[in-house]
């Protein structure tokens, strides 16, 4: 395998794993919530802030990663 071949790879590699970052950021924000809205009986309001830092996590996320590909 060309050495070219690798890099291109190790790029596609780093590119899906950034495309699964936002949804998995989103949806354990989404399990943290129920969770604890199970715990203290306060649905839905737990459920919706985490949700909302598990979408803002994961944004912030796949801009410092697509920045840092860019860099690269």
Do not use: C, E, Q
């Not at 985490?50 to 840092?68: D, H, M």
Request: aromatic share 18%; hydrophobic share 50%.
């Amino acid at each position: 395998m060309k050495k070219r071949d690798k890099k291109s790879y190790k790029k596609l590699a780093y590119l899906s794993s950034l495309g699964l970052m936002l949804p998995s950021s989103i949806v354990v924000g989404m399990v943290i919530g129920w969770f604890l809205d199970k715990i203290f009986k306060t649905w839905p309001w737990l459920f919706l802030i985490f949700t909302l830092f598990g979408i803002v996590s994961g944004f912030y996320n796949l801009i410092k990663g697509v920045a840092r590909f860019n860099d690269n």
